[in-house]
């Protein structure tokens, strides 16, 4: 039997029933399911202010571009990010028409607060912190280095869907927080993500951005009454970075089963744990003591990892790898060197099979076949 790396989890019969109403009321779009999963996304997370957005890219774009023009900051001045994440974090920067300067990674593959510190120039503005996997690694420690440089802290919690810290969900301590539900996270949508801003009036100006700069959206609009309810203005150039009422739907059911799916990642990462820690040859990328992580990805460091994956390849078997170095792709060629650890670590990890068809027995197979051939 073929072991895939992702494998989504639908309750099918239960988001059919969201999307024909939807179909039913012909209400697609904005506003309508938006609404309600946007209310129990701030009640699962405790986390303020949650706004539904058609992906995590998009929030993280409309995060920097609103404290840039909120602050006043220039072209080119500086957000410290990570090489090892999916080069939409890095791309975002970029849109904002901002530097992406690269820290260095520890062996949580998060942020090391050491080179984070080692990096802050006096165009330093911003701090983007990517949870990789679920991990929060030296979060805490990037929290406090924020607050004592007065920089501003945005959370790409891609991977963090259900992550939480001493009880409470990750995020309550950034300036903006963005989730996503792309169709292979633990809360799978087909495509949408959730941005939560601690400043009401961050959030205010967000959904109004995310609707192209309009102050009044569609659904406000039909809803209310008076003879000029039709009736918006338009207040600054925005973008078409709304949610729809479809995902939502979809959202809505995944939600309430984020807790239970995440329980059961959490045992999957046991299990490949007790395997592989026999084994001095491979090395497994642990995550924090005080952190319930979400678990969206198990990985493990070999020097031999690509002959590993054909390995496993023979055998119906497809990992991953998350990420390679993104200061090896051309555009971002300027930084090659400065970050000695996410390159060794992007040639050495792989992603391990993760999601709800996942076995005891899958893992017994995976685990066997990695102890066999790492070297």
């Not at 500086?78 to 062996?107: M, W």
């Not at 939560?196 to 406000?220: H, M, Y």
Request: charged share 25%; aromatic share 10%.
């Amino acid at each position: 039997m073929t072991t895939q790396l992702f494998v989504p989890s639908f309750r099918v019969d239960e988001c059919l029933e969201q999307i024909r109403e939807c179909l039913e009321k012909g209400w697609t779009g904005l506003g309508f399911k938006t609404i309600e999963f946007e209310k129990a996304w701030s009640e699962y997370t405790q986390l303020p202010n949650s706004h539904f957005l058609s992906s995590n890219t998009v929030g993280l774009h409309l995060a920097l571009h609103i404290f840039k023009t909120k602050y006043g900051w220039k072209d080119d001045d500086e957000v410290i990010v990570t090489p090892l994440t999916f080069v939409s974090s890095n791309h975002a920067v970029l849109y904002a028409g901002l530097k992406p300067v690269f820290a260095d990674v520890d062996d949580s593959l998060c942020l090391d607060p050491l080179d984070v510190e080692k990096k802050i120039t006096s165009k330093t503005k911003a701090v983007m912190f990517v949870g990789i996997g679920g991990n929060v690694g030296s979060y805490e420690r990037i929290v406090e280095i924020c607050k004592s440089k007065g920089l501003k802290l945005i959370l790409d919690a891609a991977h963090m869907a259900g992550t939480r810290v001493e009880g409470r969900h990750v995020g309550h301590d950034a300036d903006v927080t963005i989730f996503s539900f792309q169709a292979v996270k633990n809360l799978p949508t087909a495509d949408s993500g959730m941005i939560c801003f601690a400043d009401q009036e961050d959030d205010q100006r967000a959904r109004k951005l995310s609707w192209l700069g309009i102050n009044k959206d569609t659904f406000t609009r039909t809803t209310s009454k008076g003879a000029y309810k039709w009736m918006y203005d338009v207040e600054e150039v925005g973008f078409k970075y709304h949610g729809n009422s479809i995902m939502a739907g979809i959202g809505i059911v995944q939600l309430k089963y984020l807790d239970r799916d995440n329980s059961y990642r959490r045992q999957l990462a046991e299990w490949y744990s007790q395997e592989l820690l026999k084994s001095s040859k491979v090395r497994v990328v642990t995550h924090s003591e005080t952190c319930e992580s979400s678990r969206h990805l198990f990985q493990i460091r070999a020097t031999n990892r690509d002959e590993l994956m054909l390995a496993l390849n023979e055998n119906d078997i497809y990992p991953g790898v998350h990420y390679r170095d993104n200061t090896h792709y051309r555009m971002f060629a300027y930084a090659e060197g400065t970050c000695l650890n996410a390159g060794l670590i992007s040639d050495e990890v792989l992603s391990l099979p993760m999601h709800m068809t996942v076995t005891k027995n899958d893992i017994d197979k995976i685990t066997q076949l990695l102890i066999k051939y790492a070297k």
